[in-house]
């Protein structure tokens, strides 16, 4: 009965999840209309508490493609492409049953478990914040994470729509990393860079092979970067650095449409 039961409440969960996410595209996202001061909304302050009965079976299906969730976020960390969401989800049902509250500071990830609180730091500026990360998403190219609006606020990408970020889980109690000074510089002058990865091989020579082929149907810059593991070595073809996220969304569809099916943005 018991286990019925369960199996029940997973159906529901993953049901209610999808159906979410059926509405990704029926109308356009936005902030509120009028602008509210987030300065004073406190970080999400990490605590033990039990994996959410529902946004965490082991795999689950969106458009076409198969996410495993994560046994454990212990030594998590990540660098990539943060989006936000804001009005359209505002009340919705979260992937673990919370209601969404854009003014809360929390965060939808693809394959965490839930809950699980994060730390987020913004590469381009410094300035971090801390989730707790209750839903699942983004599903949108090659986003690592879907801020809510008050943390996308408080991060400085707002007015961007995405921004370069490092995510670190945290579990309750530990410290997060003291904030460095906000800095700016171009994503392509500064330590932070912006890439499409296009492969990964054991063999240089294949990686020269699909660096050559690129090379004929593009005109930026292609690179081979071997992995730091001399006993585990990897070829990585990538092009950049990219301008910005943007770019880097078309210039993915492009290689998709080429016959490049294996790209996404890595960033470094």
Same mark, same amino acid.
């Given at each position: 009965?018991?286990?019925?039961?369960?199996?029940?409440?997973?159906?529901?969960?993953?049901?209610?999840?999808?159906?979410?996410?059926?509405?990704?595209?029926?109308?356009?996202?936005?902030?509120?209309?009028?602008?509210?001061?987030?300065?004073?909304?406190?970080? !999400?302050?990490?605590?033990?508490?039990?994996?959410?009965?529902?946004?965490?079976?082991?795999?689950?299906?969106?458009?076409?493609?198969?996410?495993?969730?994560?046994?454990?976020?212990?030594?998590?960390?990540?660098?990539?492409?943060?989006?936000?969401?804001?009005?359209? /989800?505002?009340?919705?049902?979260?992937?673990?049953?919370?209601?969404?509250?854009?003014?809360?500071?929390?965060?939808?990830?693809?394959?965490?478990?839930?809950?699980?609180?994060?730390?987020?730091?913004?590469?381009?500026?410094?300035?971090?914040?801390?989730?707790?990360?209750?839903?699942?998403?983004?599903?949108?190219?090659?986003?690592?994470?879907?801020?809510?609006?008050?943390?996308?606020?408080?991060?400085?990408?707002?007015?961007?729509?995405?921004?370069?970020?490092?995510?670190?889980?945290?579990? !309750?109690?530990? !410290?997060?990393?003291?904030?460095?000074?906000?800095?700016?510089?171009?994503?392509?002058?500064?330590?932070?860079?912006?890439?499409?990865?296009?492969?990964?091989?054991?063999?240089?020579?294949?990686?020269?092979?699909?660096?050559?082929?690129?090379?004929?149907?593009?005109?930026?810059?292609?690179?081979?970067?071997?992995?730091?593991?001399?006993?585990?070595?990897?070829?990585?073809?990538?092009?950049?650095?990219?301008?910005?996220?943007?770019?880097?969304?078309?210039?993915?569809?492009?290689?998709?449409?080429?016959? /490049?099916?294996?790209?996404?943005?890595?960033?470094?």
């Amino acid at each position: 009965m018991i286990n019925s039961t369960l199996k029940l409440l997973g159906v529901i969960g993953l049901y209610v999840f999808l159906v979410a996410c059926s509405d990704v595209s029926e109308k356009r996202d936005s902030a509120p209309s009028k602008t509210p001061d987030v300065s004073n909304i406190p970080d !999400a302050v990490p605590r033990d508490e039990p994996r959410s009965k529902y946004g965490n079976a082991s795999s689950y299906e969106v458009f076409g493609k198969r996410y495993y969730t994560l046994k454990s976020s212990k030594g998590y960390k990540q660098k990539g492409v943060a989006s936000w969401y804001g009005t359209k /989800f505002h009340g919705r049902r979260t992937s673990s049953g919370e209601p969404y509250d854009m003014y809360a500071m929390t965060a939808a990830h693809k394959t965490l478990p839930l809950p699980t609180y994060v730390e987020v730091t913004n590469l381009n500026n410094g300035r971090k914040v801390i989730v707790k990360v209750n839903d699942r998403g983004p599903f949108h190219g090659d986003r690592l994470i879907d801020l809510s609006y008050s943390a996308a606020t408080k991060l400085g990408i707002i007015s961007k729509g995405t921004g370069l970020v490092e995510v670190r889980a945290i579990s !309750a109690g530990q !410290a997060p990393v003291k904030a460095a000074a906000p800095i700016k510089y171009p994503v392509i002058a500064g330590p932070v860079g912006l890439y499409l990865q296009v492969g990964a091989f054991k063999s240089s020579t294949s990686a020269e092979q699909l660096k050559t082929k690129l090379q004929q149907q593009i005109g930026d810059a292609i690179l081979i970067v071997p992995s730091k593991q001399a006993e585990d070595r990897w070829y990585r073809v990538r092009v950049g650095p990219l301008e910005n996220v943007e770019y880097g969304d078309t210039l993915a569809s492009r290689l998709v449409d080429l016959g /490049f099916n294996d790209t996404h943005i890595v960033v470094e």
